[in-house]
């Protein structure tokens, strides 16, 4: 049964450099790298060393833990440099692409005639299983677990996100057969963005129960959807996966080859032309910003500004990230009349009345990374709770985690958010606390102790 | 500014040096005048323009006309008992209603804040 759903709390940040829907090239550069890191709580085993070839869709690592979770390369070319941190940690595996790609041939395979644990079995032995996440605890997947339903949202609300509807247009097919092939492990929720028209790709999309949601961000993400469509409870799991990702799994299926590619939006205030690029899971960046970005201190995210990553100019785009965003660094002392605490504030972005960025709600604002004051203790109540539209009290939530009170935790709703549910919270907490960091290790926690 | 700041860091005193157990007195005075470079290092990149000093900026600027009420309003009911003039004018003898006042309320709050600080 459908659902409509309105959310009325949460935020839209109004950023400067929204990429312009034009899709553009970029040069080739063979420098791919897969970061183990960006699989959280993965314990890595290499089937490759150095020097090895491999093909598109080659085994390189699995998870030590869960033999099954096979992760593969998303080119083809010469394993060049397996970096290692403390204690041998495996970092990151360095591959150098050919500039034509080979693949493995994993054999076309028509989903909607197959169990689920054949699909299972092909999604796991093929590299794509990284792709479907878990609620609770916001990792990899299970396969052993039987989760109660799969999400996946149609649009992304984050600032500067890239338009699902406009990547994705006629994408129909491999969409269509992702979700075919999601369909036989469990129910699938697709949920659209009811402010628009959503795309073919999504309007049409069969073997999935489409939702519809509006309000502002964070109503893209998954985790305010599942709360407000199927509640995760202590026992029960949910299955989450990108939009991006269903079409990769359903080229996959369709084609036999695992095509990592996907749109990446070059997005922020330091971009001269920001655009769309088909890129490669892992992808260099130096090419896609070489004289494209403004000169002067940048701070270079691979994802979001609320919750990617930071990166160097000669990084790679992360396993799980749609778009590169660009802003500038905020290190300067700020003098307190002028730009300080006791400025006017008529050009700064805050969600308090102090300052007046509530006067002008259409605003682009060209934000820094300054973190804008110092850490302290909580002080401020009742702010959090503006921007979280989850029945569930933030501030307690993130104290509970604080002092490690596994049972209260429980109570107060571990189960359903992650990290980047609290995002927002994040952004307008006036005691600058790292709360996304907090609940990660929360979850963590939880895992470990009663699951 | 960059001047004022250059100033200010040319009077930090060394951690180790002669003055080291006045660098909290040097700091507050520093992050009074100036919000720090500091930049964000975990989670979300960018942060709301809002701090807890700029937050209690404006306490004190709301709570500035109560304490002005209050000081009259007590220097003006403190007259109205001693000349047992119920129909005493609000508005006349204003110098002694805020001195009276002033005598009576500063006390408590400097010493409210003074304990609360301490």
Known sequence: MSKTISIRKGLDIKLLGEAEKVKSAVDFADNFIIKTTDFHGLTPKLTVKIGDKVKAGSVIFFDKNRESIKFTSPVSGEITDIVRGEKRKILSINIKATAETTYEDFGVKDPSKMSGDEVKAHMLGSGVWPFVKMRPIDIIANPADKPKAIFISAFDSSPLAPDYDYVLHGENANFQAGITALSKLAKVHLTVNGSTAPDATFANAKDCQINKITGKHPAGNVGTQIHHIDPINKGEFVWTVNAQDVAIIGRLFLTGKLDASRMIALTGSEVKAPKYYKMTIGSPVKKLLAGNINEGNNRIISGN??????????????????????????????????????????????????????????????????????????????????????????????????????????????????????????????????????????????????? | MKAIEKMMRKMEPDHHGKWAKFHPVWDGFYTFLFTPGETTKKGSHIRDGIDLKRTMFFVILALVPCLLFGIYNTGHWHYVAETGNMKLPYWEMIGDKIIYGALQVLPIVIVSYGVGLG
């Open chain 1, 305 to 451: 500004v609320l919750t990617g990553d930071k990166i160097d100019a000669d990084g790679n785009i992360g396993f799980y990230h749609n778009q590169v965003t660009v802003i500038p660094e905020g290190s300067e002392p700020k003098f307190m009349m002028t730009k300080g605490w006791m400025e006017p504030g008529f050009g700064k972005f805050s969600i308090n009345r102090s300052y007046f960025s509530w006067m002008m709600p259409g605003k682009k604002y060209r934000m820094d990374t300054n973190l804008n004051g110092e850490i302290r203790n909580f002080v401020v109540t009742g702010e959090m709770e503006k921007v979280f539209p989850f029945d569930i009290y933030p501030m307690q939530l993130i104290k509970s985690v604080m002092y490690k009170d596994l049972d209260l935790m429980e109570k107060l709703g571990i189960y359903e958010v992650a990290p980047e549910d609290f995002a927002l919270c994040e952004f307008v907490c006036t005691s600058k606390i790292d709360i996304q960091d907090v609940i990660r290790q929360g979850l963590d926690d939880v895992y470990k102790e009663c699951m």
